[in-house]
């Protein structure tokens, strides 16, 4: 896309930094890691919503930093059960793990210094960590506050600084807002934004395989709040998703910015998925069995009827006119 054609937008993508020759932050060693090593707490990203921690999991002579969200710090919402934010974003790991792309970064369910929590494997540039033996007590001041010691906030979700460009530090764009009404060869259109200007802006979304594929898995999960922000690029081509603590959610709650492929036909590798994925949600499945421990057995159902539906349609889904279909904001 030319330079001439882009409106200075707040940046809409991450580039994480190499992880030489560690395992793949979405494989099942980085989960065993995650599940059986000892977590300590680094520091503190203080612009998320809900609280949210940097860590580091040491498990067997592996250094694996982390995100960690305590279900204490999760503030209430209106719309979904108190206390389960952590449960849902483990269980859209599952899901992903399940469907073979791995766009979700290990995360598991587990005890912490602050009690039972989320913790996901960090993707993106490792903050400065507090000095040895800050982070002990979350209330008294001495973790360290990283969320401006980063590229962003990587699994946090939380603030981004303004951009000139929406280019990643790999030359990698994936979204943009762009001048006229047309989106232009290789990207796909999301609808109208207004960037405060008498010129009409247009935001869209690279014609991208990893992003379509991501696209099926927010239908599956029903995620609410799909935002540029929590889209995590690596220079070997990598893409991961952050942020599913709003899905899964027994009504019609999708919210993107990946809505480029509304009303297209699924590709033939994403009815494969989905079929596998289907048979993988029969009762007494592993997978089943494992998704009734994080949610309901309501939104096990509706999981399942979502999937029913996509293959019924063998569509994308189209908008539902029933709620916001953009977060706000969407980055």
């Given at each position: ?10 940046r ?27 977590l300590?707490?680094r ?9 949210v ?59 912490g210094p ?5 913790c ?6 490792q ?22 010691e ?13 951009a ?21 060869e290789?990207?796909k ?7 405060g200007?008498?010129?009409p ?22 995620n ?12 070997t ?7 599913h ?23 033939a ?36 009827k ?20 953009i ?5």
């Amino acid at each position: 896309m030319p330079a001439s054609e882009r409106i200075p937008a707040r940046r809409m993508s991450r580039t994480a930094a190499e992880r030489g020759p560690a395992s793949s932050p979405a494989s099942e060693e980085t989960r065993t890691h995650l599940a059986l090593g000892t977590l300590s707490v680094r520091g503190q990203i203080r612009e998320a919503s809900n609280a949210v921690l940097f860590g580091v999991v040491e498990h067997e002579g592996r250094r694996v930093p982390c995100v960690y969200k305590p279900v204490a710090g999760e503030r209430p919402l209106w719309d979904f059960p108190d206390g389960t934010l952590a449960q849902r974003e483990v269980a859209a790991y599952e899901i992903s793990r399940a469907t073979g792309w791995d766009l979700v970064p290990a995360t598991v369910l587990r005890a912490g210094p602050y009690g039972e929590g989320m913790c996901q494997a960090w993707v993106g540039p490792q903050p400065e960590e507090a000095p040895s033996g800050d982070g002990d007590d979350g209330d008294d001041g001495d973790t360290t506050d990283v969320a401006d010691e980063t590229d962003g906030p990587g699994p946090a979700g939380g603030a981004e600084e303004p951009a000139e460009s929406e280019e990643t530090d790999g030359g990698e764009e994936l979204l943009a807002i762009v001048e006229g009404g047309e989106p232009g060869e290789g990207w796909k259109a999301v609808g109208h934004v207004d960037t405060g200007t008498a010129r009409p802006a247009l935001l869209v979304h690279a014609d991208d395989a990893r992003l379509r594929r991501l696209a099926v898995i927010d239908a599956v999960v029903n995620n609410g709040d799909r935002k540029g922000g929590h889209l995590l690029t690596l220079p070997t081509g990598e893409l991961y998703a952050i942020d599913h603590g709003v899905t899964f959610h027994v009504d019609d709650k999708l919210r993107t910015l990946l809505w480029g492929w509304a009303g297209e036909e699924l590709t033939a590798e994403a009815t494969a998925v989905l079929r596998r994925l289907s048979a993988a949600l029969d009762e007494g499945e592993p997978l089943a069995v494992r998704l009734s421990g994080l949610i309901t057995e309501a939104e096990l159902e509706a999981l399942r009827k979502r999937i029913e539906g996509l293959l019924s349609s063998g569509r994308h889904p189209l908008p539902s006119g029933d709620w916001p279909a953009i977060p706000w904001p969407p980055v």
